[in-house]
């Protein structure tokens, strides 16, 4: 109809998407997967959600979270388990989990998430789609009761690269409904680049100090590999990042959910997720000293990482140390930790949302074999130079080109 009618069509025109359900859409339910808030109705449209209708998308669903977006594994006492579309017995990750779902069984396009900690690019790897964490302040975000975070972002959940490319187009400011919006919008017509001859990447499997799956560390060797016959410079290196950086972002993230949900607890606490308790309960236990310590920490932390950079168009990693873990909280075991000095989490992601303005994007890469996670998907994580989304992007879409096989995986459903 529109086309009839000779409007102008925006570049999302008609297409259908998802908004996770931490995002408020005016006149629909804002329960952030919480028991909580099982009554709230949004009285506005969030910023990027005005920006997609913009762009001409329509908005379909809205997609499941972890209470508060708390976690890597989206089951909320709200909503139950959300289930991996590969196999159900395991998560999709999170906490943008439900959006990572919608993209990868086909009922939608794209997807919008969130990510302060890994939550776009965690459900990307894990249910083998692409997810982009843009540089802090690419798209204005104003779904927080604060405008001065530091670590979150919104970011597209995609099939390929180019619908990454165009989300990040449809949606990036400023726009005043941020303060912390980056001023200078990108060029980003498409299609996206793929020629990496010239770029130098950097290497790092194991951050020094993680513990990774071998066949994670397979997976991503292999694009490594094929990124380099594509013609890119990539270089094993050094990346000293530690368990105690890990546990820096948990601080960080113990303070965010203790000064925008520890309110409830007196009154609601009995039906709030016992790990949400006790990340408030961490904030709590902090002063106003110890969140400017942690700042100071977080410094070293980009010293590290700026060092590695060096020289560099972007770093290549796993996005997930491992396979996904089971779908209900209830059934998922923790195994007694080694005592060999590595790391043993599963994310690989929080320690660049404590570099916030360094763009990160996972892509697919790979799969388990036989054994108990046969087929569940492995992602790479590409992070990239200070507000450089096109760098990212172009790696990205490079590796779809010399390894078409990942990118184009659909689950058996």
Same mark, same amino acid.
């Given at each position: 109809? =529109? !086309? +009839?009618? /000779?409007? #102008?069509? %925006?570049?999302?025109?008609?297409? &259908?998407? @998802?908004?996770?359900?931490?995002?408020?859409?005016?006149?629909?339910?804002?329960?952030?997967?919480?028991?909580?808030?099982?009554?709230?109705?949004?009285?506005?449209?969030?910023?990027?959600?005005?920006?997609?209708?913009?762009?001409?998308?329509?908005?379909?669903?809205?997609?499941?979270?972890?209470?508060?977006?708390?976690?890597?594994?989206?089951?909320?006492?709200?909503?139950?388990?959300?289930?991996?579309?590969?196999?159900?017995?395991?998560?999709?990750?999170?906490?943008?989990?439900?959006?990572?779902?919608?993209?990868?069984?086909?009922?939608? =396009? !794209? +997807?919008? /998430?969130? #990510?302060? %900690?890994?939550?776009?690019?965690? &459900?990307? @790897?894990?249910?083998?789609?692409?997810?982009?964490?843009?540089?802090?302040?690419?798209?204005?975000?104003?779904?927080?009761?604060?405008?001065?975070?530091?670590?979150?972002?919104?970011?597209?959940?995609?099939?390929?690269?180019?619908?990454?490319?165009?989300?990040?187009?449809?949606?990036?400011?400023?726009?005043?409904?941020?303060?912390?919006?980056?001023?200078?919008?990108?060029?980003?017509?498409?299609?996206?680049?793929?020629?990496?001859?010239?770029?130098?990447?950097?290497?790092?499997?194991?951050?020094?100090?993680?513990?990774?799956?071998?066949?994670?560390? +397979?997976?991503?060797? #292999?694009?490594?590999?094929?990124?380099?016959?594509?013609? @890119?410079?990539?270089?094993?290196?050094?990346?000293?990042?530690?368990?105690?950086?890990?546990?820096?972002?948990?601080?960080?993230?113990?303070?965010?959910?203790?000064?925008?949900?520890?309110?409830?607890?007196?009154?609601?606490?009995?039906?709030?997720?016992?790990?949400?308790?006790?990340?408030?309960?961490?904030?709590?236990?902090?002063?106003?000293?110890?969140?400017?310590?942690?700042?100071?920490?977080?410094?070293?932390?980009?010293?590290?990482?700026?060092?590695?950079?060096?020289?560099?168009?972007?770093?290549?990693?796993?996005?997930?140390?491992?396979?996904?873990?089971?779908?209900?909280?209830?059934?998922?075991?923790?195994?007694?930790?080694?005592?060999?000095?590595?790391?043993?989490?599963?994310?690989?992601?929080?320690?660049?949302?404590?570099?916030?303005?360094?763009?990160?994007?996972?892509?697919?890469?790979?799969?388990?074999?036989?054994?108990?996670?046969?087929?569940?998907?492995?992602?790479?994580?590409?992070?990239?130079?200070?507000?450089?989304?096109?760098?990212?992007?172009?790696?990205?879409?490079?590796?779809?080109?010399?390894?078409?096989?990942?990118?184009?995986?659909?689950?058996?459903?």
């Amino acid at each position: 109809y =529109a !086309v +009839a009618r /000779g409007d #102008d069509l %925006g570049p999302l025109h008609g297409v &259908p998407i @998802a908004l996770k359900e931490t995002t408020q859409v005016a006149g629909k339910p804002f329960t952030l997967g919480s028991l909580t808030h099982r009554d709230v109705v949004a009285d506005h449209d969030a910023y990027i959600t005005r920006a997609l209708r913009r762009a001409g998308a329509i908005v379909v669903a809205q997609t499941t979270s972890p209470e508060f977006a708390h976690t890597l594994q989206t089951d909320s006492p709200m909503w139950g388990p959300t289930r991996n579309p590969w196999n159900p017995a395991f998560t999709p990750g999170g906490s943008s989990g439900g959006s990572g779902v919608a993209v990868a069984t086909g009922c939608v =396009a !794209v +997807a919008e /998430g969130s #990510d302060m %900690g890994g939550s776009v690019r965690i &459900p990307a @790897a894990w249910c083998g789609i692409v997810g982009l964490k843009p540089g802090l302040g690419r798209i204005p975000m104003d779904v927080l009761p604060g405008l001065f975070d530091s670590i979150s972002h919104h970011g597209p959940l995609a099939r390929s690269v180019d619908d990454a490319r165009v989300f990040l187009a449809a949606t990036q400011g400023p726009d005043d409904a941020d303060i912390m919006s980056v001023t200078t919008p990108l060029d980003l017509s498409g299609p996206t680049p793929s020629d990496v001859r010239g770029m130098r990447l950097g290497l790092s499997v194991d951050f020094t100090t993680w513990a990774v799956d071998p066949e994670v560390e +397979a997976a991503v060797r #292999d694009a490594a590999a094929a990124l380099a016959d594509a013609g @890119a410079t990539v270089e094993e290196i050094e990346l000293p990042l530690t368990a105690d950086d890990e546990m820096l972002w948990v601080q960080l993230w113990g303070v965010f959910m203790s000064a925008y949900f520890g309110h409830l607890v007196e009154e609601h606490g009995e039906v709030m997720d016992p790990d949400v308790l006790r990340l408030i309960e961490l904030g709590d236990s902090l002063s106003a000293t110890d969140y400017k310590r942690l700042e100071i920490a977080r410094t070293d932390v980009w010293r590290r990482i700026s060092t590695a950079m060096r020289g560099r168009d972007g770093l290549l990693c796993p996005t997930m140390s491992t396979a996904p873990v089971t779908a209900a909280k209830a059934d998922r075991t923790r195994p007694e930790t080694p005592d060999d000095g590595r790391y043993h989490g599963q994310d690989m992601t929080g320690v660049f949302n404590l570099v916030a303005p360094c763009p990160a994007m996972s892509v697919p890469c790979g799969a388990h074999g036989p054994g108990p996670h046969e087929g569940l998907p492995i992602g790479l994580q590409i992070v990239g130079r200070r507000w450089r989304e096109p760098d990212v992007l172009r790696v990205g879409r490079a590796l779809e080109v010399a390894a078409p096989a990942w990118s184009s995986r659909r689950p058996p459903i």
